[in-house]
């Protein structure tokens, strides 16, 4: 995440942000705290602050606390360079994989939850055809992967 991004979650600016990490200056808001924390989807205040004296501090990140979220920003921070086994995913299935993800996010009464074990595997795969496809294929995957998108 780039500063400007972080800053941005947190109401700041990226300048206020340099300053908080070079120690130039305090973060003594407990809500700036707070939000700095939920925006890294640190879950513990003190893995920040650097207490660890007495019990963890809680941060509330609402939907961000959801059981599925660490898988699904693994899925998008970690990549694999290595060449998948089985070759990339096509882009037809690919594309009906994300159509199927989408209609069960609309449909769904437990749709964080449904749709939060499918998308790991969808975000990888995804990204793996995007990196390994070429030409129409390629073009695509992109498509499939992000469908608002004007490739």
Do not use: F, Y
């Not at 700095?36 to 513990?44: E, G, M, N, P």
Request: glycine share 8%.
């Amino acid at each position: 995440m780039t500063r400007p991004v972080l800053a941005e979650l947190c109401g700041r600016g990226p300048d206020w942000l340099k300053k908080i990490e070079t120690g130039e200056r305090e973060l003594r808001s407990h809500t700036l705290l707070l939000r700095l924390a939920s925006a890294l989807q640190v879950s513990d205040l003190s893995v920040i602050t650097g207490t660890e004296a007495g019990p963890a501090q809680p941060v509330p990140l609402g939907r961000l606390s959801h059981p599925v979220m660490p898988d699904i920003w693994a899925a998008v921070m970690t990549r694999s360079l290595a060449a998948p086994a089985a070759g990339p995913v096509s882009p037809a299935v690919l594309q009906g994989r994300a159509d199927q993800t989408w209609r069960l996010w609309h449909t769904s009464a437990r749709n964080r939850t449904e749709v939060g074990a499918l998308l790991p595997a969808l975000i990888r795969d995804g990204e793996t055809a995007v990196r390994t496809l070429d030409g129409d294929e390629r073009r695509a995957a992109l498509v499939a992967r992000c469908p608002t998108s004007t490739v």
